[in-house]
């Protein structure tokens, strides 16, 4: 069970010995062969294996990124669990300490995932065999209630240090800070931290918790470690800008192991000394670190850093036969729903790259919302179009990946000058994403230096009126002050939910039109400065 103590006194209670024994239930037993038998050579090797952003993808998937006519079937939770129970025998075999852990975002992304609120999923992750694995901010999205409930009854064991109640200012009860974990003669604390912009892009609930400073968080997890520690290893869920701002504040870290930003990086990045790792998103690959330390002083001598690409399906000896299981339950619980073609797509539906360019997916979407909710303008997130859909049959399931989130059609009678400073914070990359729009044009100004500013705003082909009332469709996420683009709207005369979920009007959208032909104007028109 977690120590409950406030982050100001974690020193103090452990001089005490209060917390000996807490931290002590979440230590993994030595191992049996004293370090001198296993080690003889003054270098020892760990190996970590690690996952991110798993987003509940139980199955393979097309490779559509790599631009091939007939791209493979990459990855899936069976694949994660086959591969990482492979390397970590042969590592084990050449004399390797080998660590498991996950930087984060479990379950939700998928039909599989999100079954019983993403329990199942859970279960099935728990066999791959992690020694820890970190909170993300998706773990909160069916609240915070269902997210205690998941930890405790999966038994996944979830660190996060820099969270707090908001009430009460006392470290959270349902995951502790870090966990120490025992290979051979070494204890290593391995210690979650979780992006502070959460809040702004989850459940409401998490609004009762705090959300602090990682870099800060890890100086107090430092002070109130136990004695004889002897590498301190972060995973996080912060993306990789974040994590070099922690490495340039702790330069003495080795290794920070990554999530959040779904950054594929092959050969890891580094900041100082640190090495940074992330492995994409979607159990796509299994990322693999190698660093030999010197024995006596725990120094690094040498790290390295590789993806493994989970394009084949595992040998049989190397299957896990506990996740297999629980992946076909999953399966079999969403399949024939989920495979029921609800229409056409003429060409395909494709994300945005560019924060001034619509997308054709982006266009589909608030296109949908505006004509669903017989509203002036639709505005849709970014963030919230989680897949690029083929040309062809489309089934439930593609309508699901577009939009897996257990967000509702909400209207908002707002001003023009309300919705102007909504374009603004998309136009500034003030907010967390950018935003899609139907029915109005965006005119932006872009100056020598890059910087962009709106300059011109039309609603219905005349310029915004500032007085005058828009109704604006958008997702219950936007509307609950997801994002930051406004404050949260309560429920009232200028909000009106529809409880329709954003992938049940994909799929309406798609039994009215039977083929659908995606639009793929630029409703932003852009004016650069020499």
């Not at 069976?78 to 390397?87: D, I, Q």
């Not at 796509?284 to 190698?290: F, K, M, W, Y």
């Not at 924060?355 to 919230?384: E, I, K």
Request: hydrophobic share 45%; proline share 7%.
């Amino acid at each position: 069970m977690a120590c409950r103590f406030s982050a100001f006194l974690w020193l103090a209670v452990l001089a005490a010995n209060s917390c000996a024994s807490a931290n002590s239930s979440t230590t993994a037993p030595a191992e049996p062969m004293p370090a001198a038998a296993t080690h003889p050579l003054e270098r020892v090797h760990f190996v970590v294996l690690h996952t991110n952003d798993v987003h509940g993808q139980v199955l393979p998937r097309k490779a559509t990124w790599l631009k091939r006519p007939d791209p493979p079937m990459v990855g899936g939770l069976a694949r994660v669990a086959a591969r990482v129970k492979r390397e970590k025998a042969a590592a084990e075999k050449d004399g390797a300490l080998v660590l498991v852990v996950d930087g984060g975002d479990w379950y939700q992304g998928t039909p599989e995932g999100v079954v019983d609120d993403g329990l199942p999923f859970l279960v099935a992750m728990s066999g791959v065999g992690y020694d820890a694995v970190c909170v993300g901010n998706h773990e909160f999205d069916f609240g915070v209630p269902n997210l205690v409930k998941l930890i405790r009854d999966s038994k996944l064991p979830a660190v996060v240090a820099n969270l707090t109640e908001r009430e009460t200012g006392k470290p959270i009860a349902w995951a502790p800070p870090w966990r120490i974990v025992q290979k051979g003669a070494w204890k290593i604390a391995i210690v979650g931290l979780l992006t502070p912009e959460t809040p702004e892009i989850t459940h409401p609930d998490a609004q009762k918790l705090v959300f602090g400073d990682p870099a800060r968080a890890l100086t107090q997890v430092r002070t109130a470690l136990p004695a004889g520690i002897d590498w301190i290893l972060p995973i996080t869920h912060l993306g990789v800008d974040d994590d070099r701002a922690v490495a340039k504040a702790h330069p003495e870290l080795p290794l920070i192991v990554g999530g959040h930003s779904h950054t594929f990086l092959k050969e890891g990045v580094r900041e100082g000394q640190t090495l940074i790792v992330q492995t994409g998103a979607k159990a796509s690959a299994l990322g693999r670190v190698d660093v030999w330390f010197d024995a006596q002083t725990k120094k690094v001598l040498e790290s390295s850093a590789r993806l493994i690409d989970l394009d084949a399906e595992p040998a049989p000896e190397d299957r896990v036969a506990a996740v297999d299981t629980a992946c076909a339950a999953l399966v079999k619980r969403s399949e024939a729903r989920m495979n029921e073609v609800v229409g056409e797509l003429a060409a395909p539906l494709e994300r945005a790259k560019d924060p001034l360019s619509s997308s054709s997916a982006g266009n589909f979407l608030a296109d949908a919302l505006r004509q669903h909710a017989v509203a002036d303008v639709g505005l849709m997130n970014r963030g919230g179009i989680r897949a690029d859909l083929d040309a062809g049959p489309i089934t439930r399931r593609h309508a699901f990946e577009l939009c897996p989130f257990e967000n509702n059609v909400t209207v908002l009678t707002i001003t023009g000058s309300e919705l102007a400073a909504m374009i603004t914070k998309s136009v500034e990359g003030t907010a967390h994403s950018g935003l899609e729009v139907s029915g109005i044009v965006v005119e932006v100004a872009v100056d020598a230096k890059g910087s962009r500013t709106l300059s011109g705003l039309k609603v219905g082909g005349a310029p915004v009126d500032p007085k005058k009332e828009y109704r604006v469709a958008l997702n219950s996420f936007l509307a609950d002050g997801g994002d930051a683009y406004v404050e949260k709207v309560l429920p009232g005369p200028k909000r009106k939910d529809d409880m329709v979920l954003m992938r049940d009007l994909i799929e309406e959208t798609f039994r009215n039109q039977k083929k659908v032909v995606p639009n793929a104007e630029n409703r932003y028109v852009v004016t650069r400065t020499p």
